[in-house]
């Protein structure tokens, strides 16, 4: 099985070479190929989706698409969705009636699937704070997950910039990827989306 999963950049590529190719090999039989394909900042929309889901549809058994609801760092633009619902329901309507076609995102942004692993977080950042109250993907649009980490990192003692790359790498790879998806739905829904096209043990 080959599957292509775009993302929007080198983090959420880092996390599908590393931590989500790891559990997915422990849970199938026979080993699938997962690329994930970065698209600068972030994923197309519209006729641009379409055309390159069918274009890498030539190469590959399927292609996955994996969105974050808020698709920029500038909080304050217009955004594209309303929420991981809304997002996917975007894409399937873009792409068409396509089999071959998965859309997923992280509500509302990839943090979201960090915030299980607080105390791992705080260590990181050297100090205590409470964890952002309620399920991990519902941190509200004023102040979203990525923010609040930011902001934990920068107002610590330490004052360490958050690097979303290195540090989301460092807080998973320490961590079991079952805890996130059962407290995330939306990451659950992804990595069963892989799951079941290749033959493996899915999360209930």
């Known amino acids: 099985m080959k599957i292509a999963i775009l993302v929007e950049g080198k983090t959420e590529k880092t996390f599908i070479e590393g931590k ?4 997915i090999i422990s849970r199938v039989r026979q080993r699938p190929s997962l690329r994930p394909i970065v698209s600068k900042g972030r994923i197309s929309k519209e006729g641009d989706l379409k055309r390159t889901v069918e274009y890498l549809l030539d190469d590959y058994d399927v292609v996955i698409a994996l969105t974050d609801v808020y698709t920029s ?5 217009p955004r594209d969705f309303k929420d991981a619902a809304d997002a996917k329901a975007k894409m399937r309507a873009w792409v068409g009636n396509n089999p071959k076609f998965y859309p997923h995102a992280a509500q ?5 699937w960090l915030l299980p692993y ?4 705080q260590k990181l950042v050297g100090q205590k704070q409470s964890a952002p109250p309620g399920q991990p993907e519902q941190v509200n649009h004023t102040k979203p997950p990525s923010k609040r980490i930011m902001e934990f990192f920068e107002t610590s003692k ?4 958050y690097n979303k790359i290195i ?19 939306e990451l659950k829904a992804f990595l069963n989306t892989i799951l079941s096209l290749c033959g493996g043990e ?3």
């Open 73 to 77: 760092s500038n909080y304050k633009i």
């Open 202 to 204: 899915i999360i209930a």
């Open 20 to 23: 989500v190719r790891d559990f």
């Open 118 to 121: 607080w105390s791992t977080i």
């Open 167 to 185: 540090h989301s790498k460092h807080i998973l790879e320490k961590n079991d990827l079952l805890i996130s998806a059962n407290a995330c739905p």
């Open 108 to 112: 509302y942004d990839f943090e979201a």
């Open 158 to 161: 330490r004052g360490v910039s």
